[in-house]
């Protein structure tokens, strides 16, 4: 029997082996391979775009702060990506990605930890220092629940964790009662150190930020931000001989409130933006990054007179590779830089849902550990970390 090959195959069959091989290699590249490279490049550049937030001022330039509060966000996507480009086997495609999130190593340290020390139990030393911070909500649950038990909770907390100095934000006190919060916490931490600035006051309860501390408090002070409800404060305490100020601070938040959380919601679970609902939020969005500016703004000059080893510590209302974040820990180290693991997501609420609270300290204090408590009570999580007064 003669077979016959049609013209197709006869061309096929003059055609090199190499030329063969090239073909069926570029038959492989999927419709998904070339969706999943036009979402990579979209995504490399907002990642690039993210890494750059911190360094470039919101009063300078309105978008980019956008793409440093979306960088975590931005980063776990990149990742994912690298992932697929490995699943796939395409290796310059995954070094190219690889190169894009190590163009903004700075951003990534501070945004993502694989090794750390959560120094779980009693602190390890009586010369070490353990530092907290907490924003309490009124000690009021964040979400649904009654208020004594969460209040009796986040008490219990402190009382587990026992800080030598806590600082607290949205700080929440009444002159007797059992909403006495300032009396509460003398008796849990055994001291009568504290520290008290009233945002607002009735003469009956009044909110504000605190720092309580075992330590004498040897001077203190506040430091008022411009066109805002928000500030800071600040104790100056001896510590082994040595005089140390903690700065509490609270920056400006977004100010969501119930309508936007729900609008959100609709978004994210039927994917159905309504124009007018989002520019409002981007609104408000821009003015946080603004006000957020000039507040580190006068918080850096502050921080420039202080002649001691400090420390800032508080709900900085931002991301990692911010613009207020990195310009606020400028020079400094972040806890969580050194000792913290993961996301290190502070934030219980919506969004943004990742790290937005801090404890930094100048280099003469050394950090042991860092601890996010994940304990959804107030709408943020508390963090602590043992500190080290080097001699």
């Not at 190219?96 to 750390?116: D, E, H, N, Y």
């Not at 402190?158 to 700080?171: C, H, S």
């Not at 020079?331 to 969580?336: R, V």
Request: glycine content about 6%.
């Amino acid at each position: 029997m003669i077979l016959h090959l049609n013209n197709e195959d006869q061309d096929k069959k003059d055609l090199p082996e190499n030329k063969i091989t090239s073909m069926k290699k570029k038959s492989s590249v999927t419709f998904i391979d070339k969706l999943v490279r036009l979402v990579a490049l979209a995504f490399a550049i907002a990642l690039v775009l993210g890494a750059m937030a911190g360094h470039i001022d919101p009063r300078d330039n309105k978008y980019i702060p956008f793409f440093g509060l979306a960088y975590p966000y931005i980063l776990v996507i990149n990742l994912f990506i690298l992932g697929w480009w490995v699943l796939r086997k395409r290796w310059i495609l995954f070094l190219l990605t690889l190169i894009v999130i190590g163009s903004g190593w700075q951003a990534f340290r501070a945004t993502i930890r694989f090794s750390g020390d959560a120094g779980e139990g009693p602190k390890k030393s009586i010369d070490l220092v353990r530092m907290m911070t907490y924003n309490v909500h009124g000690f009021k649950p964040f979400d649904t629940g009654a208020v004594e038990p969460v209040k009796q909770q986040i008490l219990s907390i402190v009382r587990k964790e026992n800080p030598d100095i806590i600082a607290f934000q949205e700080y929440f006190t009444r002159k007797k009662g059992s909403f006495d919060m300032t009396d509460s916490l003398k008796a849990i931490l055994k001291t009568p150190y504290y520290y008290f600035v009233a945002d607002t006051d009735n003469g009956y309860e009044a909110n504000g930020l605190a720092i309580f501390s075992k330590y004498p408090i040897e001077s203190k002070g506040s430091i008022a931000f411009a066109d805002s409800g928000n500030s800071s404060i600040y104790i100056d305490v001896l510590i082994n001989k040595k005089m140390m100020r903690i700065y509490s601070v609270h920056l400006q938040s977004i100010a969501f409130d119930k309508q936007d959380y729900e609008y959100l919601d609709k978004v994210t679970s039927k994917m159905d933006p309504d124009l007018k609902p989002s520019k409002r939020i981007l609104s408000m969005l821009k003015t946080a990054f603004l006000k957020r500016s000039a507040q580190v703004d006068v918080m850096k000059a502050e921080m420039k007179k202080c002649t001691t080893p400090f420390l800032i510590a508080g709900d900085f209302n931002d991301t990692p590779p911010s613009y207020a974040v990195t310009q606020l820990t400028k020079g400094m180290n972040k806890s969580f830089d050194k000792k913290g693991t993961g996301l290190g997501r502070t934030y219980n609420g919506k969004f943004p849902n990742f790290q937005i609270d801090y404890i930094a300290t100048t280099k003469d204090i050394g950090i042991i550990n860092h601890r996010v408590i994940t304990a959804k009570l107030s709408d943020h999580f508390p963090v602590r970390s043992d500190l080290k007064l080097t001699p």
